[in-house]
């Protein structure tokens, strides 16, 4: 297997695009990631004539800019393999069989980011990969929620370490869409699911494990409710510091044990935690 693609063509729009059966798109379509007020269509060669065509269709959006770049220049590079804690995680298109030590247990994840950003680097991930290692050794922990799943790698993670159900929630369709490739990748179809949702809308759900490596503004809301304490244990990431400071002021309210914290490059921080029983 090869990387996926040579070169990405990325059209930025201004607005929302409206999914329609009559978008026109062909199979060098890839996927539209969206945010509150902007599109990012991504294709795998130019497809001036289709967003033009978009752009008729919906006049609410506004071509921005584009781009075209390497795909490795996108995702920032991607390594061969990348080794954190027990895990070892690798590209499809990377045969790496040589280089996983099985005699000492080491785990390993197949993981396409597709264009999603997620590859095992960041700080934030590393540390949470770390946590869940603990957790599992830790706990008798057999569900759990990763709420901003990203590419799944978390949730996949978590399913390797011995979690019988997990479900894996991202509000941008593309990165459910990862997730599920992800998924079909490690066959743990029958372990996991992806959901495209609110992560809001899936707390209420309990679960012995919580990931949640997110956006602060919707951490607080997941951690300002009760249903938050539905959980045996608890993973908390992607704080800024002085987001760290607010979690663990609203954690000392709740009858819930802090069993350790992170620092990534004195920018990042995660929390492991326990609620009490």
């Known amino acids: 297997m090869k990387i996926p693609y040579n070169t990405l063509y ?35 060669s130019p497809a ?26 996108w995702q920032g590079g991607i390594d061969p393999f990348i080794e954190i804690g027990s895990f070892i995680v690798y590209p499809p298109w990377n045969d790496i069989d040589n280089n996983i ?21 960041h700080f934030t991930t590393k540390d949470c990969l770390e946590a869940i290692e603990i957790a599992c050794y830790s706990y008798n922990i057999k569900t759990a929620s990763d709420l901003g ?34 998924i079909l990748l490690n066959n743990f179809e029958n372990r996991i699911i992806s959901v495209q949702g609110l992560a809001q809308d899936f707390i209420c759900r309990p679960v012995d494990l919580l990931i949640t490596n997110i956006h602060y503004d919707v ?29 663990l002021y609203q954690l000392s309210k709740y009858p819930v044990k ?16 326990e609620v009490a029983q």
Not at 58 to 69: E, F, G, K, R, V
Not at 258 to 273: A, P, Q, S, Y
Request: proline fraction near 2%.
């Open 10 to 44: 990325i059209y930025y729009l201004e607005g929302q695009v409206k999914y329609r059966k009559d978008l026109g798109f062909g199979e060098n379509f890839i996927g539209n990631w969206q945010e509150e007020d902007s599109s990012f269509l991504f294709f795998d």
């Open 48 to 73: 001036d004539d289709d967003v033009q065509n978009l752009l008729e269709k919906q006049p609410h959006l506004i071509l921005a800019d584009s781009y075209n770049m390497d795909y490795e220049e």
């Open 101 to 121: 030590d099985k005699e000492h247990n080491q785990i390993p994840i197949i993981l396409d980011p597709g264009v999603v950003f997620g590859t095992g680097t």
């Open 149 to 182: 799943s990203g590419t799944g790698l978390l949730s996949l993670a978590a399913a390797k370490s011995g979690i019988d159900k997990v479900i894996a929630v991202d509000f941008n369709f593309l990165a459910a869409k990862t997730t599920y490739n992800n």
């Open 219 to 247: 951490m607080k809301d997941i951690i300002a409710v009760k249903e938050f304490l539905n959980t045996k244990v608890f993973i908390l990431s992607g704080l800024l510091r002085s987001q760290f400071r607010e979690v």
């Open 258 to 273: 802090i069993i350790k914290t992170w620092e990534g490059d004195g920018i990042w921080h995660t929390v492991l935690g």
